[in-house]
């Protein structure tokens, strides 16, 4: 996504600073030290000093340039945790002090419809990515996380509970809402019978919210030792997907799946799954198109959906409701000098669930 909004001009562009960062240089070289430029905050900017940051597959994708859309320098990290270190003479929501959050987006046009229903995500005119995006203030792309500190407009910040692991937290910036906006838009709750596809940083997170709603929740998954750990989230069921007995004993049975897989697999046989009007999303992002047959969705009058991640009003309300329920991601924690084995062990899915850096060793 882009911003239809222009870099400010030469005059207007306010002073910047020196911060510590790791970036890569194009797709085939590592992530490495590399010195950035933060902006000092405009009047209704908020400076945090980032604490934890999660790694999303994203950013995989996106340093190796595997959607085609990379600008480098890249900084990656939309799955921030830090704490408020200065604020701009208009912010009137955080100080000092204050423990802080940012996720997928820093900014929208503010204009649009989406926008105007509290839908920055999906604004028209085009969200500006927290890495990798056009950067509307100074220009060039836009840096994410894997830093020291960054500078967000206040509209963009999101508050955070002390009760919860920070570092933990960090991933429900993107894992979280991922998987909460859609269960709450199609009614995820009591009565209602409820399937997670996939047992990663998507799914176990979708399996633990599911769970709070108060809905039935089936995990499907294509590894038999992921079994005891979806019941330890919250699934009260679990079917190992490569079991075609175990299969179709659901045929027809759910108000609602979750897809949150994002290598090639049988989109028709979750499919078959839902009962009359029922709905499956589509969260994971598989490389190739996903071929779907049109009877998966005539018969039984089924609808195939997608959902991106939530508004900055919905990730808020997500965070409080973890806040209330205990609801944090399973993490494991890493140094910044290990994001590059971190990478290569995403690829071959060893890691459960999230990876999440402790920036405080930027600084050693």
Request: charged content about 20%.
């Amino acid at each position: 996504m882009s911003t239809a909004s222009a870099p400010l001009s030469q005059s207007a562009r306010p002073s910047v600073r020196a911060a510590r960062a790791w970036a890569a240089q194009s797709a085939t070289s590592p992530l490495a030290p590399f010195s950035i430029d933060r902006r000092e905050p405009l009047p209704d900017d908020v400076v945090i000093e980032i604490l934890y940051c999660g790694v999303c597959h994203s950013d995989l994708h996106q340093v190796r340039d595997e959607w085609h859309s990379s600008m480098y320098p890249i900084v990656p990290g939309h799955e921030i945790v830090g704490r408020v270190t200065r604020v701009g003479t208009h912010v009137t929501k955080f100080r000092e002090g204050d423990l802080a959050a940012v996720g997928c987006m820093v900014a929208s046009c503010q204009r649009c419809a989406p926008c105007a229903a509290g839908l920055e995500q999906y604004c028209t005119n085009g969200s500006t990515l927290t890495y990798n995006g056009p950067d509307p203030v100074l220009g060039g792309p836009t840096l994410g996380g894997y830093s020291e500190s960054i500078t967000v407009k206040e509209s963009f910040t999101l508050k955070v509970s002390d009760r919860l692991d920070l570092a933990a937290t960090a991933p429900l910036l993107c894992a979280g809402i991922t998987t909460y906006s859609p269960l709450r838009h199609w009614n995820a709750g009591p009565g209602k019978k409820v399937g997670i596809v996939g047992l990663g940083g998507l799914g176990h997170m979708g399996v633990k919210f599911a769970r709070a709603f108060g809905a039935h929740v089936v995990l499907f998954t294509t590894s038999a030792a992921k079994v005891e750990d979806g019941l330890r989230l919250g699934a009260h069921e679990v079917v190992v997907s490569k079991d075609d007995d175990a299969m179709n004993k659901h045929t027809s049975s759910f108000d609602f799946i979750l897809d949150a897989v994002s290598a090639d697999h049988d989109i028709n046989a979750y499919l078959a799954l839902l009962k009359l009007d029922g709905t499956l999303t589509l969260v994971g992002a598989p490389e190739r198109p996903l071929p779907v047959s049109a009877f998966s969705l005539l018969t039984g009058r089924r609808r195939f959906a997608g959902s991106g991640i939530g508004g900055i009003k919905e990730t808020q309300e997500m965070l409080d409701f973890c806040a209330e329920h205990g609801i944090v991601s399973d993490i494991e924690m890493i140094r910044i000098d290990e994001i590059n084995d971190a990478y290569e062990r995403m690829l071959r899915g060893d890691v459960r669930y999230r990876f999440v850096i402790d920036m405080a060793s930027l600084k050693a």
